[in-house]
């Protein structure tokens, strides 16, 4: 679903210039929290074949830490509308951004800063999305693990690009950029 919202509906991005390129942030953000899915979702598989189980019934704690559990609670719930929230969240930044959505932290010839849409409020929404996906996904199965494999890589690598972006945003927009940020929140609108 993921994927469908990042290139079928909200188009393929531009690289944007090949000096600008941030390979490790990309890796971090993307990649590490796909390999943390990748090893959650083979420890399902490989957990249901060793002890004839189905993903609704209950185990051991240790399958309920590493893989979560299939009950419906608070987390679960908040989970799915974290999850399914970050959608129309990387949506709206995608159309504000229009021509200026790139993959890699890159300002292009004619850059102008965004503020208006969803930008008026936040000032990194494409991470806040992507934050709320991947926050999300642990808490859907209440998988303790996953939010260390998901989740924590997603945030770290998202709080570094976003300090590139922002270096980059400010060599290019000067005290332009820092009023805009003065009235905007970093990621949480009204909070940070």
């Known amino acids: 679903m993921f994927l469908v919202t990042e290139f079928v509906i909200?188009?393929?991005?531009?690289w944007g210039t090949k000096e600008k390129r941030d390979i490790?942030?990309?890796?971090?953000?993307f990649g590490l929290p796909?390999?943390?899915?990748?090893?959650?979702?083979?420890?399902?598989?490989?957990?249901?074949?060793?002890?004839s189980r189905?993903?609704?019934?209950?185990?051991?704690?240790?399958?309920?830490?590493?893989?979560?559990?299939t009950k419906v609670n608070f987390a679960s719930i908040a989970g799915l509308l974290s999850a399914w929230g970050a959608?129309?969240?990387?949506?709206?930044?995608?159309?504000?951004l229009g021509k200026y959505y790139t993959i890699n932290v890159a300002i292009l010839k004619d850059h102008q800063l965004v503020d208006t849409g969803i930008y008026r409020y936040v000032r990194h929404p494409l991470y806040l999305g992507i934050l709320m996906y991947y926050l999300g996904l642990p808490l859907i199965v209440n998988s303790a693990v996953g939010l260390f494999v998901v989740t924590l890589p997603a945030t770290i690598g998202s709080l570094y690009r976003m300090g590139l972006e922002e270096k980059a945003?400010?060599?290019r927009f000067g005290e332009r950029y820092l009023a805009?940020?003065?009235r905007t929140a970093r990621l949480i609108p009204y909070v940070w």
Do not use: D
Request: cysteine-free.
């Open 169 to 171: 945003l400010i060599s």
């Open 87 to 96: 959608f129309p969240v990387r949506l709206a930044a995608k159309q504000a």
């Open 24 to 29: 490790v942030s990309s890796i971090i953000i």
């Open 34 to 51: 796909a390999v943390g899915l990748a090893v959650l979702g083979a420890a399902l598989l490989l957990s249901m074949a060793a002890y």
């Open 180 to 182: 805009y940020a003065e």
């Open 54 to 69: 189905t993903p609704s019934e209950e185990v051991s704690w240790y399958y309920r830490l590493i893989l979560g559990s």
């Open 10 to 14: 909200g188009g393929i991005p531009s």
